[in-house]
C-alpha cells in the first residue's frame, strides 16, 4: 500500500516555505523604507521576522517528510527509489538525501534557514541591518524554493518536487496501468561513488560555504540600498571569513574524496564543476583583503562591493553550469537537466542586474580617497594580491565557460563548436602556476609591509631574514635532490624551482610576523597563519603533483590488448594471480579477491564464502577468524554489506628495506557505468603510494573453459591438473547443503582433494547430490589455479570416484601504481590555513564598533552624495 500522506505533508510544506518567503521578503521591504515612521517600522520588522520564522519550520518538515521518505525505503516516490536501496546503512542514506537536485537545493535552503536564525539573534548591535539584511535573504529564499515547488501552470513549470509519485513520473509505464499502487521492492540505489563517508561531510560543508557567501553579500546590497556605504562591511568582513574557510574546507574534502575514491590519480582535475567552486572562492578570498583594506585605510571600498557580489553572482553561476544540464558530457559532476535550466538562468539574472544596477546606480556616491600608495604600503601589495586572486579566477572563468558560449551562440542561431582543452590539466596549470607564485611571494611581502613600518630602510630589514632563510633551505633541498638523491625526484625544473622558492619565502616572512606579534595579541596573527597555510598548500600541489611518478610501466614488452588505451598498456603491471612480478623498486604480489562481511573488521577472501541466491548474504565455508578471534563458524550465514565490491589483495615488499605491506584497492563492474575502481594508499612520511586496478576479468561475462577431461581415481591416488599435482583423499557424506533443501532418501557428497599449488596447498570439495532420483552437481572452482572440479559419479562396487576438470585463463588484474611526494604537506597546509580563518573570524567578531572615518573621507563622501 503506498502512502501519499507524507509526500502530501512534505509538497505542502514546500508551498508554505514558499508563501512564507514571499511574506517575509515583503514584510522586511517594508520595515527597510524610510518614508514610514518607527512604530510602522518595528510592527513590519516583527510581521517579518514571524513569517521568516514560519519558513524556516516549513522547510525543517519539508527535510523530514523527505528523509522519512528515503529511511522508511517508500518506493513509491520517485526520488527514494532513483537514489536509495533496501541494503544502504543509514549514513549513506544521508547522502541520497542530497544526491539528488531537489535534495541539494533542499541543503542550501535549511543552511539559509540557520544562518538567518542566527542573524535574527545576533545581538542588539546589527538590529539596524535587520530588515534590509533580511529583505534580501527571505527574497533570496523565495528563489531557492521555487526550485523544489513541483508546481505546473499550463505549460509552464516551476520547480521539481522530490515527492512527486513513481506513478506520476512514469505515467506511460504498463506497470502503473495495470495496478496504480505498484511500489517497488527495492530501489535503484546510491551511486557507487558516493558510498564513500566523505560524501556524507563534503555536501553539507561546501552547501554550508555557498549559503555563507548570502551574508556580506546581503550585507553589501544592504549598505548600497540604505546609503550605508562604509558601515556593513564591519558586520560583513567576520561573515566573509566563514564563508572563505567553509567554501575552502568544503572544496578539499571534495578533493581528499577524490584522491580516495576515483581512479584518475589525483586530487584536482580541472573538472568544470570543480572550477565552478574554485573561483568564487577565489574572488571572495580577494573581496576579504579589499575589506581588510578599507577597515584599515578607507580605501578599496567600491573594488570591495564588486569582489563581494561577484562572489555571490559566480555561486549562482556555479549552480546554473552543475544543474542546467549545459556542461553535457564535460563534466562527470554535473547533474542531469531537470527542466528547470530556464528557471535558474531566471534565477542569476535576476540577481545579477539586480545587484549590478543598484552598485552602478549608487556609483558615484560611494566615498572614495585619493591618497597615494607606494610599494612599500601594506595597502599596495594587499591590492595587487587580490587583483592576482581574481586573475586567476577570470582565467579559469573563461575556460570553464566554453559549452556557455557555445549554447548562448546556438541560441542566438551562431553555429559554434568551439571544445574545451584537450588536456585539460596542462592547459590550466601552465597559467595557474606562475598565479601561484604571485601569490607565494605577495602574501610574503604583503604581511611584512602590512605589520611594519612603510619605508624602504624598515622594509629591508624586514625582508632580509625571511629571505636567508628561504635561500639557504631552498639551497640545501635542490642540492640534496640533485646531487645527493635524498629525495625521489630532482627539484631541477626552473619554474617548480621558482615556486618552491617564493613559497618558501612565504612560510618564513609570515612565521617572522607570527613571532613578531606573540608579544602583544596572538590573534592578531590570522592572516599571517592563513598565509603559511596557502603557502603550504602550494608546496603540497607542487611535489604531488609536479613530481608524480609512476612506477608501474609496462617493462615486460607486451601488449595487454589492443582495445586498452595506451596509456593503460604504458603504465599499468600484469600481475597473475599469485605470482610474484617486480616493480620498481618492490616485489608485488595479487593474492586473491576478498569482500567486506558484517561484523568483521578486515575483509574476508571469497574462497571461504558460499554466495547464496540473496546477493547479501553468504555462508562461510570455513572457520573465519581474524587475530585469533573467532567471527563465524563453518555454516554460519553472514551478511555482505556491499557485494558489488571486490577488494584485490595486493602484496607489496621493498626489496632495499624488506618492509611489506597489504593493499586492499576496490574495484567493481557496473553494468551501466563500467569498472568503477577506487585506489587503496599507504601513507609514508614523505609520500603515498598510491595503487589502484585499471582492469579485471568481467565476472558479469562466462569463463572460457576448456573441455571436461575425466579421471577415474580411488582414494588416495594422485592425478595431475593442469600441471599441478592433486591427491584424492576421499569423500564424506553431509547433512546440509547450502540452498538446497535434503530430504528423506536424499544424499549429498563431497569430495576431499588436495592440490599442491606454486605458492600454497589448496583444498577443493566439490559436490555430489542425489535428489529425487536425479544428480546435481557442484563444482569447486580454483580462482588461483584456473581449475574447475565436477564430482561426477561413484561406483560402489570398485569404490572408483570420477572427477571431472576443466581448465581456464588464471585470475589477474591490471594495476597502476603511483609515488605522491609529500602530498601530506597539502592536507597539513589546508588545515592550517582554516586554523587562521577561524582565528580571524575570532578576531573581526571581537572588534568594537566602527571607528569614525578619517575627515578626509567624510567630507568627500558629503560632497559625493550632494
Not at 509526500?7 to 514584510?27: E, Q
Not at 543509514?90 to 542530497?98: A, D, L, N, P
Not at 628561504?470 to 617548480?496: A, G, W
Amino acid at each position: 500500500m503506498i502512502n501519499t500522506l507524507i509526500g502530501d505533508i512534505g509538497h505542502l510544506s514546500v508551498i508554505i516555505a514558499f508563501v512564507a518567503a514571499i511574506v517575509s521578503s515583503y514584510a522586511y521591504f517594508m520595515a527597510s523604507r524610510a518614508s514610514i515612521d518607527a512604530e510602522a517600522i518595528t510592527k513590519w520588522r516583527r510581521f517579518a521576522r514571524g513569517a521568516f520564522y514560519v519558513h524556516g519550520a516549513a522547510v525543517l518538515v519539508v527535510i523530514f517528510a523527505l528523509f522519512n521518505i528515503i529511511y522508511e525505503h517508500r518506493y513509491e516516490y520517485y526520488y527514494a527509489w532513483s537514489h536509495s536501496s533496501n541494503h544502504l546503512p543509514v549514513h549513506y542514506m544521508i547522502s541520497c538525501f542530497w544526491e539528488g537536485q531537489e535534495g541539494s537545493f533542499l541543503l542550501w535552503i535549511f543552511w539559509h534557514v540557520v544562518l538567518g536564525v542566527v542573524l535574527l539573534n545576533s545581538g542588539k548591535k546589527n538590529k539596524e541591518w535587520e530588515a534590509p539584511v533580511m529583505a534580501m535573504f527571505s527574497f533570496v529564499q523565495l528563489f531557492l524554493t521555487s526550485m523544489i515547488l513541483g508546481v505546473v501552470i499550463g505549460d509552464v513549470k516551476i520547480g521539481s518536487s522530490p515527492f512527486i509519485l513513481m506513478r506520476d513520473f512514469m505515467a506511460d509505464a504498463p506497470v502503473f496501468a495495470m495496478d496504480p499502487n505498484f511500489k517497488p521492492e527495492d530501489g535503484t540505489g546510491l551511486n557507487p561513488l558516493l558510498q564513500n563517508y566523505w560524501m556524507v561531510i563534503h555536501p553539507p560543508t561546501l552547501f554550508l560555504g555557498f549559503a555563507a557567501t548570502l551574508v556580506p553579500f546581503a550585507f553589501a546590497m544592504a549598505g548600497l540600498w540604505k546609503n550605508k556605504f562604509g558601515e556593513w562591511v564591519r558586520p560583513a568582513l567576520p561573515w566573509a571569513h566563514f564563508a572563505a574557510v567553509s567554501l575552502g574546507i568544503g572544496t578539499v574534502m571534495g578533493a581528499y574524496w577524490a584522491y580516495e575514491t576515483l581512479n584518475f590519480g589525483g586530487y584536482w582535475n580541472w573538472d568544470p564543476v570543480e572550477n565552478a567552486v574554485y573561483i568564487p572562492w577565489l574572488v571572495l578570498v580577494g573581496a576579504i583583503h579589499t575589506l581588510i583594506i578599507y577597515r584599515r585605510s578607507k580605501q578599496g571600498l567600491r573594488t570591495s562591493f564588486i569582489l563581494v557580489i561577484a562572489s555571490f553572482i559566480l555561486i549562482l553561476y556555479a549552480t546554473f553550469l552543475t544543474r542546467s544540464g549545459i556542461l553535457g558530457n564535460a563534466s562527470v559532476h554535473s547533474f542531469t537537466d531537470l527542466g528547470l535550466s530556464g528557471q535558474l538562468f531566471t534565477y542569476l539574472t535576476a540577481f545579477a542586474v539586480l545587484a549590478i544596477g543598484l552598485l552602478v546606480y549608487k556609483w558615484k556616491h560611494i566615498p572614495t580617497t585619493e591618497k597615494e600608495l607606494s610599494t612599500y604600503n601594506g595597502e599596495f601589495w594587499v591590492f595587487v594580491g587580490a587583483a592576482v586572486l581574481c586573475l586567476a579566477g577570470f582565467q579559469v572563468l573563461t575556460t570553464t565557460s566554453i559549452p556557455v558560449y557555445n549554447s548562448f551562440l546556438g541560441f542566438i542561431g551562431i553555429e559554434s563548436n568551439a571544445a574545451l582543452p584537450a588536456d585539460q590539466i596542462e592547459h590550466y596549470t601552465k597559467f595557474q602556476l606562475w598565479g601561484g607564485v604571485l601569490i607565494a611571494v605577495l602574501t610574503g611581502i604583503g604581511q611584512l609591509t602590512w605589520w611594519r613600518k612603510t619605508d624602504k630602510s624598515s622594509f629591508m630589514d624586514a625582508i632580509t631574514m625571511p629571505l636567508m632563510l628561504t635561500l639557504l633551505f631552498s639551497s640545501l633541498v635542490i642540492i640534496l635532490s640533485n646531487k645527493f638523491d635524498v629525495f625521489d625526484f630532482k627539484l631541477d625544473n626552473p619554474v617548480y624551482i621558482i615556486l618552491f622558492v617564493t613559497s618558501l619565502f612565504a612560510v618564513f616572512a609570515n612565521l617572522s610576523i607570527i613571532l613578531s606579534l606573540l608579544h602583544k595579541k596572538v590573534s592578531l596573527s590570522g592572516g599571517a597563519v592563513a598565509h603559511i597555510g596557502v603557502a603550504l598548500m602550494l608546496l603540497g600541489i607542487l611535489f604531488s603533483s609536479g613530481y608524480s611518478n609512476i612506477i608501474s610501466g609496462n617493462t615486460s614488452g607486451m601488449l595487454y590488448s589492443r582495445e586498452f588505451p595506451d596509456e593503460i598498456n604504458r603504465d599499468n603491471v600484469l600481475l597473475w594471480r599469485n605470482t610474484t612480478t617486480d616493480m620498481d623498486k618492490y616485489s608485488v604480489s595479487y593474492r586473491g579477491q576478498f569482500l567486506e562481511v558484517a561484523g568483521v573488521p578486515e575483509y574476508v577472501n571469497k574462497e571461504v564464502l558460499f554466495r547464496t541466491d540473496d546477493e547479501y548474504t553468504a555462508i562461510a565455508r570455513a572457520d573465519i577468524k581474524q587475530n585469533n578471534k573467532l567471527y563465524y563458524k563453518t555454516g554460519d550465514t553472514v551478511e555482505l554489506p556491499s557485494p558489488e565490491n571486490t577488494y584485490y589483495q595486493v602484496e607489496y615488499k621493498n626489496r632495499e628495506t624488506k618492509e611489506a605491506f597489504t593493499l586492499y584497492p576496490r574495484a567493481q563492474v557496473n553494468p551501466n557505468m563500467g569498472l568503477l575502481a577506487s585506489p587503496d594508499i599507504k601513507s609514508f612520511a614523505t609520500k603515498d603510494l598510491y595503487t589502484h586496478v585499471s582492469s579485471v576479468p568481467d565476472p558479469n561475462e562466462e569463463k572460457e573453459w576448456s573441455e571436461l577431461q575425466e579421471h577415474t581415481v580411488a582414494m588416495g591416488d594422485t592425478i595431475i591438473l593442469n600441471d599441478y599435482v592433486a591427491i584424492f583423499n576421499g569423500v564424506e557424506m553431509i547433512k546440509s547443503v547450502p540452498g538446497v533443501e535434503l530430504k528423506a532418501g536424499d544424499v549429498a557428497v563431497q569430495a576431499d582433494m588436495k592440490i599442491m599449488g606454486e605458492k600454497k596447498t589448496y583444498h577443493a570439495h566439490p559436490l555430489l547430490i542425489f535428489k529425487d532420483g536425479m544428480a546435481g552437481y557442484y563444482p569447486e572452482i580454483i580462482e588461483d589455479l584456473g581449475l574447475r572440479l565436477t564430482f561426477l559419479n561413484i561406483d560402489p562396487a570398485t569404490k572408483e570416484f570420477k572427477i571431472g576438470v576443466n581448465t581456464t585463463q588464471k585470475d589477474y588484474i591490471i594495476l597502476k601504481a603511483m609515488e605522491k611526494p609529500f602530498v601530506n604537506i597539502l592536507w597539513i597546509g589546508t588545515i592550517i590555513m582554516s586554523i587562521g580563518f577561524i582565528m580571524a573570524i575570532v578576531r573581526r567578531k571581537d572588534e568594537g564598533p566602527k571607528t569614525a572615518a578619517p575627515k578626509v573621507v567624510r567630507k568627500a563622501e558629503k560632497t559625493q552624495v550632494a
